[in-house]
């Protein structure tokens, strides 16, 4: 074995340049493979974990928080439930997501609206589904928003702008009712920023096309809530979600 080493590293073997660049190529793998090795084994994995379960339970707790300051103005059945339920249950089958942990809530009023809460509450406002003109425009609405809720924007969005202090105060109720008044202004109302709004919509893209949904009817929508036009009523959602018309540009990109 030592024979074969000296081989390799003797002055006549290593006089090869291709040797050479081999026997290089070969330490600096070793050199790489040592240094991940020592970086990974010195990751407190429980601490990670730990931190992951922790902000599970936040998530869940100010969820359920923000969700009893309003349920009394929910419809948790009818048509516009079932209509709706039944859109969220078929994308959620296409792409492998859990059905059962989104929570489907219906708002009374006529606000063009829809939006994702912590713990993967989704609101819907019966305004926005009288604004859309077919199932696939409100199809379109739903997919965003679950991509919102999947790729964790929700929360990203609420720590950024309070940070954890303030809501960890709201779960053990030394914020006070003042504060989830704001969260839940936050979440109906504020935008998400650029780059996480285009990651929902790129995702959005792609639920709808693996439930064969063409997602030119999101795109339409968006087009016309930019015109602002006056016939779909109060428009909040415009406010969430800025720049309408150059996302429908780009929604279309997506789908072909």
Same mark, same amino acid.
């Given at each position: 074995?030592?024979?074969?080493?000296?081989?390799? !590293?003797?002055?006549?073997?290593?006089?090869?340049?291709?040797?050479?660049?081999?026997?290089?190529?070969?330490?600096?793998?070793?050199?790489?493979?040592?240094?991940?090795?020592?970086?990974?084994?010195?990751?407190d994995w429980m601490k990670l974990f730990?931190?992951?379960?922790?902000?599970?339970?936040?998530?869940?707790?100010?969820?359920?928080?923000?969700?009893?300051?309003?349920?009394?103005?929910?419809?948790?059945?009818?048509?516009?439930?079932?209509?709706?339920?039944?859109?969220?249950?078929? !994308?959620?089958?296409?792409?492998?997501?859990?059905?059962?942990?989104?929570?489907?809530?219906?708002?009374?009023?006529?606000?063009?609206?829809?939006?994702?809460?912590?713990?993967?509450?989704?609101?819907?406002?019966?305004?926005?589904?009288?604004?859309?003109?077919?199932?696939?425009?409100?199809?379109?609405?739903?997919?965003?928003?679950?991509?919102?809720?999947?790729?964790?924007?929700?929360?990203?969005?609420?720590?950024?702008?309070?940070?954890?202090?303030?809501?960890?105060? !709201?779960?053990?109720?030394?914020?006070?009712?003042?504060?989830?008044?704001?969260? !839940?202004?936050?979440?109906?109302?504020?935008?998400?920023?650029?780059? %996480?709004?285009?990651?929902?919509?790129?995702?959005?893209?792609?639920?709808?096309?693996?439930?064969?949904?063409s997602a030119n009817g999101f795109a339409?929508?968006?087009?016309?809530?930019?015109?602002?036009?006056?016939? %779909?009523?109060?428009?909040?959602?415009?406010?969430?979600?800025?720049?309408?018309?150059?996302?429908?540009?780009?929604?279309?990109?997506?789908?072909?």
């Open positions: 074995m030592f024979h074969g080493i000296f081989m390799v !590293l003797s002055p006549k073997s290593c006089a090869n340049p291709d040797m050479k660049k081999t026997l290089v190529q070969a330490i600096v793998l070793l050199l790489l493979i040592t240094g991940v090795y020592l970086l990974v084994s010195r990751v730990r931190i992951e379960k922790m902000s599970d339970a936040l998530e869940k707790k100010v969820g359920d928080i923000v969700w009893e300051g309003m349920k009394e103005q929910s419809v948790e059945a009818g048509s516009e439930y079932n209509r709706v339920d039944s859109l969220v249950t078929a !994308l959620c089958k296409s792409n492998g997501i859990n059905r059962k942990k989104i929570k489907v809530h219906i708002m009374g009023d006529n606000e063009v609206n829809a939006f994702a809460m912590p713990d993967n509450h989704l609101v819907v406002h019966t305004g926005l589904i009288n604004a859309v003109k077919n199932n696939d425009e409100l199809s379109g609405v739903l997919a965003h928003e679950i991509a919102h809720m999947e790729l964790s924007h929700v929360m990203k969005k609420l720590l950024k702008q309070l940070g954890y202090t303030v809501l960890i105060n !709201l779960t053990t109720g030394e914020a006070g009712g003042e504060a989830i008044k704001q969260v !839940l202004g936050m979440l109906s109302s504020t935008a998400y920023d650029r780059k %996480l709004e285009k990651d929902a919509d790129v995702k959005a893209v792609e639920y709808l096309k693996k439930t064969g949904i339409d929508f968006l087009y016309r809530l930019g015109e602002k036009d006056g016939a %779909l009523g109060n428009l909040s959602w415009i406010s969430t979600h800025p720049d309408s018309r150059e996302r429908a540009k780009y929604i279309r990109e997506e789908a072909k």
